[in-house]
Structures are given as structure tokens and as C-alpha cells.
């Protein structure tokens, strides 16, 4: 883990790969090695993912970390047919993976549970027509906490493709999730309580409770004007 935040983390896996010490530490990045890519990508998913790595504009070895294994599955998700190569579904495979890398170097929970978020859903995607809940539910999926890394992650990801660090899709991203930070996240954020739904159902604590604070607050995510107490107050009363 210290080697990838040094400033010579890319000449440093590349040494561990001639060695063949590779194998014995991350032989999953060794099935990398010679896996050709297609699209704008011009250089096999190794190299790829060491060039990646080193362009991550931060020094968490977690995130580095994640930076390097994102595209770990594409060996195994690998197919080609007449001509045209695909790596569908490879995320997921690489979600997998970096379980299993978290818990062979001993990462503490919090920081495999990192390492899994930032590579399983490093795919995301963005374009302008975009909800605001759907950005919500993007920020709910990956965690907030791990939003800036997962950004990080993805400018590394584009300057080891060949790409600028940055583009105008990604800035705008982030625009957008600074400011549905000011909406609802989690059902806490309602401007009611449990406490609210057994006053006005004239109920006892129990699953019910829960079900209509998740129903109300699935709808505030698709609609954050409507977390107001008067309308929620007269919600509960209509669902029961």
C-alpha cells in the first residue's frame, strides 16, 4: 500500500511485474497484462490501470488502490466477436474482486467497504437530462462521503485512457451534487418523525412506521419540494 502513493507508484508496479513478485501480491493485476481494449482506449488494460493510478489526483492509498483494480474484472469479462471486444458487466466483476484484495491485505472494514464502492460503481455515467433524484440516488448509491473519491477515481481513470483529467459532463456533475447536497438524504433529513406517524395514525412503534417514513421518503427523493411538514403531516393520514 505504500508504494502506490509514492511518486514512483507507476515505475513501482512495473518493477513487481518484471520481478514476477506481481503474482504473489496482486496476481489479478497480472491477468491484466496484454488484454487489448477497444474504443478510445489505445493501450491494454494493464498499462492502463498503472497509468491511471499514477494520474489519481490523491495520495489515499485506498483510493489509489481502487484506481488501479477498477478494471480488474475486464479479463474475465472479456469477449470479442467479429472484431468488435466487449468487457460488459466487468464492474461488477471487479466489485468482487476487491473484496477479496480488501481482505487478503488486511484493509480495516471501513476502508474494504471503500475499496468495493469506489470500484463497483466506478462505471457511472452522466449526461444534462439528468434528474435531480436521480443524481440524488447516484449520491445515496456511492455513499456522500465517498463522492470526491469517487471523482478522483474517475480522473485518473480518464487521463490513463488518454483523455483530459476533466470534462464539461464531469463539472457539471459535480455542480449538480453540490446542490442537491441541500435536499434530503436520508430519511432523517424529513421534516417528520416516527414519532410524527404514530401521533397522527394513533399507532404503536412498529414496522408500519418505517414503511410509510420510507414511502414518504421516496417521494421527497423524486421531489424535494415536497418535504414540508404540512404536506407530509397530510400525507401520512392518506397512506396508513
Not at 518484471?18 to 497484462?33: A, C, D, K, Q, Y
Not at 436521480?134 to 469517487?150: H, S
Not at 404540512?230 to 396508513?240: D, F, G, H, M, Q
Amino acid at each position: 500500500m505504500k508504494l502506490i502513493i509514492t511518486d514512483f507508484a507507476v515505475d513501482g508496479m512495473k518493477l513487481l511485474l518484471s520481478t514476477g513478485l506481481l503474482h504473489f501480491i496482486l496476481p489479478e493485476m497480472e491477468r491484466t497484462v496484454g488484454v487489448i481494449q477497444a474504443g478510445h482506449h489505445t493501450k491494454d488494460v494493464w498499462h492502463h490501470s498503472v497509468d491511471a493510478m499514477g494520474a489519481c489526483p490523491t495520495k489515499d492509498p485506498v483510493v489509489r488502490l481502487a484506481t488501479l483494480i477498477h478494471d480488474s474484472g475486464k479479463p474475465i469479462a472479456f469477449r470479442q466477436d467479429q472484431g468488435k471486444i466487449t468487457f460488459y458487466g466487468h464492474e461488477v466483476i471487479s466489485g468482487k474482486i476487491a473484496k477479496q484484495i480488501g481482505n487478503r491485505l488486511h484493509l480495516s472494514n471501513l476502508d474494504q467497504e471503500r475499496l468495493y464502492i469506489l470500484t463497483r460503481y466506478h462505471m457511472f455515467a452522466y449526461d444534462s437530462n439528468m434528474t435531480d433524484a436521480a443524481i440524488r440516488r447516484f449520491v445515496r448509491k456511492v455513499g456522500l462521503e465517498n463522492i470526491k473519491d469517487m471523482m478522483r477515481l474517475r480522473m485518473g481513470d480518464r487521463v490513463g485512457g488518454g483523455s483530459p483529467e476533466t470534462s464539461w459532463r464531469l463539472k457539471e456533475l459535480n455542480d449538480r451534487i453540490e446542490a442537491v447536497l441541500y435536499t434530503p438524504m436520508q430519511i432523517k433529513d424529513l421534516k417528520v418523525s416516527g414519532k410524527d406517524v404514530m401521533e397522527e395514525l394513533s399507532i404503536n412503534s412498529g414496522p408500519k412506521v418505517g414503511k410509510i417514513l420510507q414511502q414518504l421518503f421516496n417521494e421527497v427523493m423524486e421531489d424535494s419540494s415536497k418535504n414540508e411538514r404540512e404536506y407530509l403531516l397530510n400525507r401520512i393520514k392518506k397512506i396508513k
